[in-house]
């Protein structure tokens, strides 16, 4: 089975643009999460999606967005980007509630 | 809220010694825990779970036990490697999403 498959590995980006970063899970997983890594704040939660809806949101502000579509693929959107939006941007799959999350190998985003 | 406190690094160690990594968690009622290891460059793999009290979680010679009494699901290992030198997060899943809170992560290098 294939894992989860974050495009592209790397992107850099100049302030104030926008970015869009992609998420494949692994087949059969409905929910889709994302996490933001830095190395001050460790990781956070953006949000998570099942089934296409929006379950629950990170303390982030609104220029942080994502969607999932009805084949679990998910995309995560960062509008007027800031330097400190500079990360590691992972997101896991999970096939239901309280189990393990699968991650995939991240998309690093440097902000310029 | 829920969280996690995890013992800080880094963690040197020589090949073949005992490891230890401290792990303690606030949670209502009684979340899955986890933990997680991250090789550079790499997102997270993970290591082993635990999903109620009293449960052992092992995988590669590592093992986590639940302890509900004391909050705890310290990292143990019997033997280190060289190649077990990776950055190490404990987490617990949120009991109602996929909501992963993760500690801060602890470094663990091995010297030959």
């Known amino acids: 089975k294939a894992g989860v498959t974050q495009t592209p590995r790397y992107l850099i980006k100049t302030r104030g643009q926008q970015v869009t970063l992609s998420c494949s899970p692994i087949?059969?997983?409905?929910?889709v999460s994302w996490y933001q890594q830095t190395p001050g704040q460790g990781l956070q939660f953006l949000f998570e999606?099942?089934?296409?809806?929006?379950?629950n949101k990170g303390n982030f502000p609104g220029r942080f967005s994502g969607r999932q579509f009805s084949n679990s693929r998910s995309e995560m959107n960062v509008s007027t980007l800031e330097l400190g939006d500079s990360a590691l941007y992972l997101c896991a799959s999970s096939p239901r509630e309280r189990t393990e999350a699968f991650f995939g190998q991240g998309t690093r985003l440097t902000v310029v | 809220g829920d969280s996690v406190t995890q013992m800080e690094g880094p963690v040197t160690l020589s090949e073949e010694a005992f490891l230890t990594i401290n792990c303690t968690y606030t949670?209502?009622?009684?979340?899955?825990l986890f933990w997680y290891v991250q090789y550079p460059g790499e997102g997270l793999q993970l290591l082993l779970k635990?999903?109620?009290?009293?449960d052992k979680g092992s995988n590669k010679g590592f093992e986590a036990t639940y302890r509900k009494e004391t909050t705890s699901f310290h990292l143990e290992k019997g033997s280190v490697q060289v190649s077990d030198s990776a950055v190490y997060f404990c987490?617990?899943?949120?009991?109602?999403?996929?909501?992963?809170?993760f500690g801060t992560g602890t470094s663990l290098t091995v010297i030959p």
């Open positions: 087949s059969g997983h409905r929910s």
């Open positions: 987490a617990l899943s949120d009991l109602n999403s996929n909501q992963f809170y």
């Open positions: 635990a999903t109620k009290a009293d």
């Open positions: 999606y099942f089934s296409e809806t929006q379950r």
């Open positions: 949670a209502t009622g009684y979340p899955s």
